[in-house]
């Protein structure tokens, strides 16, 4: 099975912590399929896409590109599938043809927790809190800038947190 060196998506360089870069075989077509591992905050960055520029760097030095669907699959481990169909899988030597009647196909988030992608980017969320203080505290904070709030916060639930 080929190996995946790394992606770029419109011309990006992505971290990927793990993929799978295979043909689909259905009765229909044939689908180059590249599913890959990815943080929440990439997944969050191409969600809303439907076509991206895809540029696949294999171990053995081969470079592929081309225009491919996206999918983002909901549960388990945030990962992007990016497809496209193909007319000949010949013209793609080394790649695993998965038929559309094979039980298995290839388990990419083995061995990979959230947590392993978090240490490597960890996405920030906003969040609105309704607070009862005395209003003393109230126009303090309402008089701090959110850039100097986010990292009193942050500073202070890290410590409660470890």
Known sequence: MV????????GESIHIFNSALYIFESSMCYTL???????E????????????IIEVE??????????????TLPGG????NLYCDIEDPEEYPGLHIVNESDSEFPDIETGIT????RKVEMPNEKITLKLTLPINQV????????RDLNTLF????EGHLG
């Open 154 to 157: 942050k500073e202070l639930l």
């Open 58 to 71: 294999m171990e053995d030095g081969r470079i592929m590109s081309s225009i491919m669907h996206l999918r």
């Open 3 to 10: 190996t995946v060196k790394s992606v770029k998506v419109d």
């Open 77 to 80: 481990l945030p990962q992007l």
């Open 33 to 39: 399929q590249l599913d890959v591992i990815v943080s």
């Open 41 to 52: 905050v990439v997944v969050n960055r191409y969600k809303a896409e439907e076509q991206l």
């Open 139 to 146: 126009e303090w904070l309402k008089n701090q800038k959110t």
């Open 114 to 117: 959230l947590e392993d992608i």
